[in-house]
T-cell receptor, first 113, second 108 residues
Framework: EAQVTQNPRYLITVTGKKLTVTCSQNMNHEYMSWYRQDPGLGLRQIYYSMNVEVTDKGDVPEGYKVSRKEKRNFPLILESPSPNQTSLYFC????????????FGPGTRLTVL | QKEVEQNSGPLSVPEGAIASLNCTYSDRVSQSFFWYRQYSGKSPELIMSIYSNGDKEDGRFTAQLNKASQYVSLLIRDSQPSDSATYLCASQGEKLTFGTGTRLTIIP
C-alpha cells in the first residue's frame, strides 16, 4: 500500500529538549516536504527536499532542521523546541514536478510546554 | 507574499444541495490548482486538480478555473453528510501555496 508514515503521532515535550519526527514514504518519490498547520494560518511549508542530499527552506524554517540521506526518509529535527512550535505537522511526498501525486502523512501533533 | 484566499466559513448546506467553495490567488505565474479535503484530525487528501481555464468534472465534483480573474471554485453536487470537512485550495507557482480552508457542513 502506497503511504507516508510519520512517528510519533502525538508528542508532548518541554522547551529545549531536542526531538526528531520521522517521515518515511514507500513510493520512490523524489520530492518530500514538511508542513505545519495552525488554526487560521493554514498549511505552511517548513522545508522541502527535491532529492537525496538536496534540501531547501520553505516559508517558516526557523527553529527546524531536516536531512535527506535516503530517498525514502525525511526527518524533521527540532534542536531546541519552543512553545510557538506547538502545532500539527504533516510530511508529504510526490513525484518530482507532479503535485497530482502528492500524499500526506497522518500528521504529528506536537505540544511544547 | 503570494497568497491564496478562502472564506473560512463555516458554510452550511442542506443534504442534496450544491455546495459552492471559492478561492482567489495572487500569484499570476501559478499554473496548477488543487482542492484538498481534510476531515477533522486527519491529513489533507487531494480530490481535484485543474490546469486550464474552464470546468473539470469528476463524479459529484466540478472544479472551475478562471485565470483572468485569478479565481478557482469547487462545486459539490448532491451534497452528502460525508462531504462535511474542511476544503483547502492550493496553487502551484514557484511552490505550492495553500489557503486557510473553508469548513463545510452538510445538514441532513
Amino acid at each position: 500500500e502506497a503511504q507516508v508514515t510519520q512517528n510519533p503521532r502525538y508528542l508532548i515535550t518541554v522547551t529545549g529538549k531536542k526531538l526528531t519526527v520521522t517521515c518515511s514514504q514507500n513510493m520512490n518519490h523524489e520530492y518530500m516536504s514538511w508542513y505545519r498547520q495552525d488554526p487560521g494560518l493554514g498549511l505552511r511549508q517548513i522545508y522541502y527536499s527535491m532529492n537525496v542530499e538536496v534540501t531547501d527552506k520553505g516559508d517558516v524554517p526557523e527553529g527546524y532542521k531536516v536531512s535527506r540521506k535516503e530517498k525514502r526518509n525525511f526527518p524533521l529535527i527540532l534542536e531546541s523546541p519552543s512553545p510557538n512550535q506547538t502545532s500539527l505537522y504533516f510530511c508529504a511526498s510526490n513525484l518530482a514536478g507532479s503535485t497530482d501525486t502528492q500524499y500526506f502523512g497522518p500528521g504529528t501533533r506536537l505540544t511544547v510546554l | 507574499q503570494k497568497e491564496v484566499e478562502q472564506n473560512s466559513g463555516p458554510l452550511s448546506v442542506p443534504e442534496g444541495a450544491i455546495a459552492s467553495l471559492n478561492c482567489t490567488y495572487s500569484d499570476r505565474v501559478s499554473q496548477s490548482f488543487f482542492w484538498y479535503r481534510q476531515y477533522s484530525g486527519k491529513s489533507p487528501e487531494l480530490i481535484m486538480s485543474i490546469y486550464s481555464n474552464g470546468d473539470k468534472e469528476d463524479g459529484r465534483f466540478t472544479a472551475q478555473l478562471n485565470k483572468a480573474s485569478q479565481y478557482v471554485s469547487l462545486l459539490i453536487r448532491d451534497s452528502q453528510p460525508s462531504d462535511s470537512a474542511t476544503y483547502l485550495c492550493a496553487s502551484q507557482g514557484e511552490k505550492l501555496t495553500f489557503g486557510t480552508g473553508t469548513r463545510l457542513t452538510i445538514i441532513p
